[in-house]
């Protein structure tokens, strides 16, 4: 059913005639033989069914949707995790994260997580003779343990891979509430030195149990430490009052920087990452999306990433490089509405499924944890089609490798770039992805959850967390939402689905 839907929506016709149809064979085989630039748009938290090209009608998503149905759209699309640090150190690094004992959801001063003198994405397209970039959200630590953000913090994104860095160090809802460029905070007095703790409060700093009367956006759970710009967040910081970001600009500053990449690196190669902020908590849309979505902020910030990403293609396509630029669209994992604040996510949802057909949500083992929109375009270069194939980020690595020449592949990157291409529906025949360090298999049309203990459902997101003391083994082809549980019924798929999961994890 979801097939037909999506199939109906992405490959109209009237989408086809209106966008690239002009692009002359001879031109698009000049072009193949140029290295194209990569940009991976990466959204944090979007669901499968936030991008109106899956499915969605109440929520619209026109830029999102216009790569979707001009490019690849995979229906079987996958992050490697259903949180955040894991599935970018999947995407970034080419390797399973649930091989990696601290790929969990980290704190703002936690160490960096990949390894320096690994292979990387970044590093492989560098060596590629790339120019590489991240701008956005990194929450892949950084330091080597304590760190004074006074001074340049290293290692850090430069040291893995990226030339140039403009970041947040965790999340919109952790501290420090501070950009960084290269390591260093940008627009820190020194006379107003910064500092960050998980541990405990500075004396005398408003948090949000000590003084709630300073919260323009209420915590529901969790985020109840330092107040910036009235939003109490995870942790505490004192100081650096210059450099505090506004959550208002957040997505102007980093559309900005990602444009001005774009126009000053457009003579040579280069690799974007470019990690946007929505719909994660808090959600505080520019004032220009307040109540455009009639979905309250979180509806409101989907439609300014929506506009960003419009923006940030009208740039490539000005400057005069679309056609020589991949871009992929997707999320670090699925959608979740209280995820810590009153934001009247819940409340104002109406009939939008930000989950489309799928069970779960962000944190959950059911499909609505991983699998993410996922999109590929590039105009001239790759058709129209709804692609069926199972491909995950963590794919890309290898794939983008065979793309621009490099021998280089990811421990756990397979080579799928013709899927990614839009040119063949084989992606992977397995994957073996996680949420809070659970993990599962997806084989062909089947998943297989083991048995976890531990509750059904997170009562503080209201999420179906995937845990149960028996065996859960669906066929996602046949019961995308995951309602018919086979263990039992067929246990020849079951042992299969056993063996396969032993093989590829292990113990
Ligand atoms: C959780 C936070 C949640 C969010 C998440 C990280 C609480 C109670 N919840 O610990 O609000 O920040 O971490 O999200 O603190 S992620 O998309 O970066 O993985
Ligand atoms: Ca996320």
């Not at 999420?463 to 309602?483: A, C, M, S």
Request: net charge neutral; glycine share 10%; hydrophobic share 35%.
């Amino acid at each position: 059913m979801m097939k037909n839907t999506i199939g109906k929506i992405a490959v109209s016709s009237a989408a086809i005639l209106s966008f690239g149809s002009c692009q002359t064979k001879k031109e698009s085989s000049k072009k193949s033989e140029t290295k194209p630039n990569v940009v991976v748009i990466c959204l944090d938290d979007l669901g499968y069914g936030d991008v109106s090209a899956y499915g969605g009608t109440t929520l619209k998503t026109p830029n999102i949707d216009k790569l979707a149905n001009n490019g690849a759209l995979f229906t079987d699309g996958y992050a490697t995790s259903a949180t955040c640090t894991p599935s970018r150190y999947g995407l970034l690094t080419g390797r399973y994260p649930w091989r990696n004992k601290d790929a969990k959801i980290l704190p703002g001063t936690a160490p960096l997580l990949i390894d320096p003198a690994m292979m990387t994405m970044p590093k492989m397209f560098r060596k590629a003779g790339y120019q590489t970039a991240l701008v956005g959200k990194w929450h892949l630590g950084l330091g080597t343990g304590v760190v004074d953000w006074n001074k340049r913090v290293s290692p850090g994104p430069n040291e893995v891979g990226f030339d140039d860095a403009f970041y947040m160090a965790a999340t919109a809802d952790r501290v420090p509430t501070v950009y960084l460029k290269d390591g260093v905070v940008e627009g820190l007095d020194p006379k107003d030195p910064i500092y960050v703790s998980y541990a405990k409060n500075y004396d005398g700093e408003p948090t949000g149990l000590s003084n709630p009367e300073m919260m323009t956006m209420k915590w529901h759970h969790g985020h109840n430490g330092t107040i910036v710009n009235g939003v109490p967040r995870i942790g505490f910081m004192k100081g650096g009052k210059a450099a505090r970001w506004n959550d208002e600009t957040m997505t102007n500053v980093f559309l900005k920087r990602a444009q001005d990449y774009v126009k000053n690196h457009k003579d040579k190669p280069f690799f974007l990452y470019y990690a946007l902020e929505q719909p994660h908590v808090p959600r505080v849309p520019n004032p220009k999306f307040v109540g455009k979505s009639g979905l309250g902020p979180r509806g409101d910030v989907v439609l300014e990433a929506d506009w960003a990403i419009g923006e940030f293609v009208k740039t490539l396509e000005k400057e005069g490089i679309l056609e020589n630029t991949i871009i992929v669209v997707t999320s670090d994992n699925g959608p979740v509405l209280n995820d810590g604040y009153y934001d009247d996510a819940v409340e104002k949802l109406g009939d939008h499924k930000p989950w489309g057909p799928l069970r779960g949500g962000k944190y959950s083992l059911y499909e609505a944890g991983a699998r993410v929109p996922f999109i590929t375009y590039w105009k001239g270069h790759i058709q129209p089609t709804v692609s069926d194939a199972i491909v995950c980020q963590v794919d890309l690595m290898t794939s983008f490798a065979k793309l621009v020449g490099s021998k280089i592949e990811g421990p756990d990157s397979e080579n799928i770039l013709n899927a990614f291409l839009g040119k063949t529906e084989n992606g992977r025949e397995t994957l073996i992805t996680e949420a809070t360090s659970r993990t599962l298999l997806r084989k062909g049309d089947w998943i297989l959850i083991p048995p976890y203990k531990g509750e059904a459902v997170n009562k503080f997101v209201n999420i179906e967390v995937g845990n149960d003391n028996e065996y859960q083994l669906f066929n996602v082809k046949e019961d995308i939402g995951e309602q018919n549980n086979l263990a039992k019924s067929n246990p020849e798929k079951l042992a299969e689905m056993k063996k396969t999961f032993l093989e590829l994890r292990g113990k």
